[in-house]
């Protein structure tokens, strides 16, 4: 069964940093790319990054660009999301996704990790 | 970026009835490969997304066959042909034929 599960979440001041962190299994990890989606509370949901099967290309979101970084260690398979400089804007719930491959879409979906951007 | 404009943003339901949601891209969905990368997520009150349809017309395995989607271009409709009460939750299009992928901001269906 594939599964993904999120953690690191939690509150933090403007301007903080955080990691979340999405383990991964079920399935070859180090076959996919992975992506994070973000839902601010009680709104839809928002494309953040994408990472691809080795690590080697990212792509972001022009709102996180310079401030988020996304990796990935395939020998734990666990994808990362390492946030800086946070904004209040930032407060959502952080998802990860397995990508589908040549669906161009994602299939499989964790349950969340909240990160509040707060003073 | 692409802009997902799903129609209606409310959609009350009675049980038993059949619903339709739509979604306009602003621009033609149709990828330079010939596909048309046009997915519905459905939320549930409190849980994750999950994927129903992808390209246009697929259904995702373990999806009840009431769920339908159709279109073409960029316009796109999901069909509920009997709604029940497990089908309530917010739907969203999203498209992945553009960079960046965008989501519709979500029909919120709910019961009568």
């Known amino acids: 069964e594939v599964q993904l599960v999120e953690s690191g979440g939690g509150l933090v001041q403007p301007g903080g940093s955080l990691r979340l962190s999405c383990a991964a299994s079920g399935f070859t990890f180090s076959s996919y790319w992975i992506h994070w989606v973000r839902q601010a509370p009680g709104k839809g949901l928002v494309w953040v990054s994408r990472i691809n099967s080795d690590g080697t290309t990212t792509h972001y979101a022009d709102s996180v660009k310079g401030r988020f970084t996304i990796s990935r260690d395939n020998a734990k398979s666990t994808l990362y999301l390492q946030m800086n400089s946070l904004r209040v804007e930032d407060t959502a719930v952080y998802y990860c996704?397995?990508?589908?491959?040549?669906?161009?879409?994602?299939?499989?979906w964790g349950q969340g990790t909240l990160v509040t951007v707060s003073s | 970026d692409v802009v997902m404009t799903p129609s209606p943003l409310s959609l009350p339901v009675t049980l038993g009835q059949p619903a339709s949601i739509s979604c306009r891209s602003s621009q033609s969905l149709v990828h330079s490969d010939g596909n048309t990368y046009l997915n519905w997520f459905q939320q549930r009150p409190g849980h994750s997304p999950r994927r129903l349809i992808y390209k246009v017309s697929n259904r995702d395995s373990g999806v009840p066959d009431r769920f339908s989607g159709s279109g073409s271009g960029t316009d796109f409709t999901l069909k509920i042909s009997r709604v029940e009460a497990e089908d309530v939750g917010v739907y969203y299009c999203m498209q992945g034929t553009h960079w960046p992928w965008t989501f519709g901001q979500g029909t919120k269906v709910e019961i009568k």
């Open positions: 996704a397995r990508d589908h491959y040549g669906r161009n879409s994602v299939d499989y």
